[in-house]
């Protein structure tokens, strides 16, 4: 009697196209990630017995409900755009935005804006992953990009200043998708080129163009040059940074809702202090 229930732990239930309920082996995924991943999830498994009485009945045993324990998210996850892809599907009107004299992209949907590009950046059919700077990118695949921010957003005055500023953008966040990549390369991974290969990031889709990658990222030249922008960086006493919103883009919503805009207040509310390393310095720059 023990091994038969022992079998049936071994089963899941699962319904026919009958209704009727069949036992089908239970299978687990045998592959492990080698990497370190910051979003590891704990799955927690319980188990209950039903049995059905009856001469002409079936033993129901061990219905297996899985559950998955809620962790809190460390990573932003994939950008999907759905208002903006909703937009396009009914045809819509495409949101305004205006280029700033000083090349700064501003309107109610600027940061989807920046999202879309560097939602766009990352499709290997729009720009390459196998180069390794920027400019190496043929012209028509960042002009492709450039059209579609045309296609999904309206600029006003929209003129070779403002395709100038579009391509400085693409650049910026293709730029910031390689600087992700390098560091699931250097973090997840340890820096290990065969680690890496057989644990690529979830944004690529083709494997010749992470092997590339990890090449590139675990040369000589590429080390010597991450080695020296993380000593410049651990040198900075105060943050700059404002988030997904550009300064620009911080000012011209506060003129809106009449806040203040002086030099001061602008600096506390772009820059973390709360993230300052020498406080008494910190006091002395507000």
Request: charged letters at 30%; aromatic letters at 6%.
């Amino acid at each position: 009697m023990r091994n038969n229930e022992s079998q049936h732990d071994r089963t899941q239930q699962s319904p026919d196209v009958n209704g009727d309920v069949q036992s089908t082996p239970s299978v687990s995924n045998p592959r492990k990630s080698l990497c370190n991943s910051p979003q590891s999830r704990s799955r927690q498994h319980s188990e209950r017995n039903s049995p059905i009485g009856g001469s002409n009945s079936h033993n129901i045993s061990n219905q297996e409900d899985e559950a998955t324990t809620a962790q809190p998210r460390t990573t932003r996850g994939k950008t999907s755009l759905a208002e903006m892809s909703k937009r396009r599907k009914y045809g819509d009107s495409k949101p305004v935005l205006a280029v700033t004299p000083n090349k700064n992209v501003v309107g109610l949907k600027s940061t989807e804006f920046s999202l879309a590009i560097g939602m766009w950046v990352s499709q290997r059919e729009n720009i390459p992953l196998n180069i390794i700077l920027f400019k190496e990118a043929p012209t028509k695949y960042v002009d492709r990009v450039v059209q579609l921010a045309r296609d999904n957003y309206t600029f006003k005055d929209d003129n070779d200043f403002t395709t100038e500023e579009l391509r400085h953008r693409i650049r910026l966040r293709y730029n910031g998708f390689r600087s992700t990549l390098s560091k699931h390369f250097r973090f997840n991974c340890g820096n290990d080129y065969d680690r890496a290969l057989l644990n690529p990031p979830e944004d690529i889709t083709n494997q010749e163009d992470w092997e590339f990658l990890c090449k590139h990222f675990s040369s000589d030249e590429f080390q010597k040059r991450s080695a020296q922008a993380r000593k410049a960086r651990s040198a900075q006493v105060l943050p700059h940074s404002n988030g997904p919103k550009s300064f620009s883009q911080t000012l011209h919503d506060r003129v809106l809702n009449g806040e203040p805009i002086d030099p001061v207040t602008m600096f506390e509310v772009t820059h973390e202090f709360k993230k300052c390393k020498d406080t008494t310095k910190c006091d002395e720059i507000k």
